[in-house]
């Protein structure tokens, strides 16, 4: 019981954080029509941005935190500028392409300018352990929890109770009609972009101090999250969560009762078995179209 | 001087001539008729005016201010509203949600301010009852509403509507015209009205553009438009003449 109850805390944990990087890729997705394969190197990059922020310069962990966030975000917007808008009248194939190329730039990047030598990214809380019905839990997945759950209330604010959420969910369903009510749609669409890096670098900052800060790490975390968001229902943010939290409870568990060995292929069986049976995912919306 | 002014309005797709020299002028507060069979140009027209296809020639002035290249938002701040000919309302946001994001036109409001702005056009198009719905559960001619009182969020000077009649019942239409009737007068929004239900254009139109082929075969008033022949023959063909019309 105490082991299971660690479990299911670890695999929450992990599961919080792909279903971070789903969130981010569907975001994207949904306002742009493209599947972004950087996704992962999206993710590796914010676990970088914490490794150069917190131990390379040293900072203090809300200065290193924000100033990790604030690259993020200012990636996203340069992705933006750099992919998106000179290919966005292109078809979404090419643009789709062109995350491919840039997700290998990214690893090649952070390869020429960490090393191949992983990295420890330390937690604030890792020295706290917290202990519930005799089990040992670390402080870490806990606060993991904690944050994942955070930013999905925000996101839910953002989206459904400003008009600038108003207006990405327009923009996500219909460029021409957004355009003619005067949104500024470049802007908002800049703004997925930003929005979706800013999750990763959330992401990759929780997730370093998991695993170690390896400039490999990005592709299985794009397919984890790319398996989150076939459960949970291709496109669909609530399915996204869901997906995200049981790929991670799945690989937890299924590390520890079956065989670590066989973890990733339960995950990426489960995957499998939906695209069989049930392709449109847990929150499947009938398939639409874009105008 | 005119509220907006298109001159020689030329746009090709390929070897189609979709508007050759077309001219359309309003004034404020004027409602101006476009009308003409399909394929004319009646839609290419407004995608023109509103930015989302681009003329190969000929300049759009909205209140004397070049627009012909302009951003289709910028047109939209200018004071530039218009609907899509099968309507086109964000299916995944509620009514309210979907006006919203034309009342977002004035920077600065803040969020309490654009639900009251968009619960007042709602109001005043008599939707506010359906305010919290999702667009699916409403009957089409609502959804066709919801798309006008967003369009109206905007605060346009110039509404451009794509057949707003179309599918909406007997009752609707009357309902429709009552309301554009209202914009006009009560509002002095100028309306640029594409339509096939002719009733309804003889009704509310002070002057009526006739478009076929690309190009403007006439202009005039109502009666100038109903006696004009090169109208006749277009709608009714050549052999009008002798079925006694």
């Known amino acids: 019981m105490t082991d299971l109850i660690q479990l299911l805390i670890n695999g929450l944990a992990i599961g919080s954080v792909y279903a971070l990087a789903a969130i981010g890729f569907v975001i994207v997705y949904s306002a742009t029509g493209v599947v972004n394969f950087a996704a992962g190197q999206f993710v590796m990059f914010g676990t970088f941005a914490g490794v150069a922020m917190l131990l390379n310069a040293q900072l203090p962990w809300p200065v290193g935190y924000g100033a990790a966030l604030l690259a993020m975000a200012l990636f996203g917007a340069l992705f933006f500028v750099v992919l998106y808008l000179p290919l966005r009248a292109s078809p979404v194939v090419t643009i789709i392409i062109g995350t491919v190329a840039i997700g290998i730039t990214m690893q090649n990047a952070a390869l020429l300018a960490f090393g191949s030598w992983p990295f420890r990214l330390p937690s604030p809380v890792e020295s706290v352990n917290l202990t519930i019905a005799g089990a040992t839990i670390s402080g870490h997945a806990v606060a993991v929890v904690i944050v994942t759950a955070l930013m999905v209330a925000l996101l839910w604010l953002l989206f459904f109770r400003t008009s600038l959420g108003i207006g990405m969910r327009a923009v996500a369903q219909d460029i021409k009609a957004a355009r003619l009510m005067g949104l500024k749609v470049n802007r908002l669409l800049a703004l997925s972009w930003i929005l979706a890096a800013l999750l990763a670098g959330i992401a990759g900052l929780m997730l370093g101090p998991m695993w170690f800060a390896d400039t490999s790490m990005g592709d299985p975390i794009a397919l984890k999250a790319f398996a989150a968001t076939i459960i949970g229902g291709f496109g669909s943010l609530p399915g996204a969560i869901v997906g995200g939290l049981f790929v991670g409870l799945s690989e937890v568990l299924g590390a520890s009762y079956v065989s670590s060995a066989y973890k990733d292929l339960i995950s990426f069986g489960i995957m499998i078995l939906f695209l069989l049976v049930r392709p449109q995912g847990v929150f499947g919306e009938r398939i639409q179209d874009r105008g | ?245």
């Not at chain 2, 346009?156 to 239409?173: I, T």
Request: charged share 25%.
């Open chain 2, 1 to 245: 001087m005119s509220l907006l002014q298109a001159t020689e309005i030329a746009k090709r797709y390929g070897g189609l001539a979709a508007l050759a020299d077309v001219d359309l002028s309003v004034g404020e507060a004027e409602f101006v008729a476009v009308i003409g069979p399909n394929g004319a140009g009646k839609s290419t027209l407004l995608n023109v005016l509103t930015g989302l296809a681009l003329p190969d020639k000929g300049r759009a002035l909205l209140d004397g201010w070049d627009m012909t290249r302009a951003a289709t938002h910028k047109r939209v701040r200018g004071g530039l509203g218009r609907t899509f000919q099968h309507g086109r309302p964000f299916e995944r946001l509620s009514v309210l949600e979907n006006v919203m994001t034309g009342a977002a036109i004035q920077s600065g409001r803040s969020e309490l301010e654009l639900r009251e702005r968009a619960m007042a056009v709602l109001d005043q198009m008599g939707l506010a009852a359906e305010a919290q719905l999702p667009i699916g559960s409403l009957s089409y001619g609502h959804r066709r509403m919801v798309e006008m009182c967003r369009a109206l969020a905007c605060e346009p000077r110039v509404l451009l509507l794509d057949e707003p009649a179309a599918g909406l019942n007997s009752a609707e239409v009357d309902q429709l015209v009552d309301r554009l009737t209202d914009l006009r007068t009560k509002h002095r929004i100028a309306i640029v009205l594409i339509e096939h239900n002719m009733g309804m254009v003889m009704r509310l139109a002070e002057r009526i553009i006739v478009l076929n082929f690309g190009c403007k075969i006439a202009e005039g008033t109502p009666s100038e438009i109903q006696s004009d022949p090169a109208v006749l023959s277009a709608y009714l063909g050549e052999g009008y003449r002798h079925a006694g019309v």
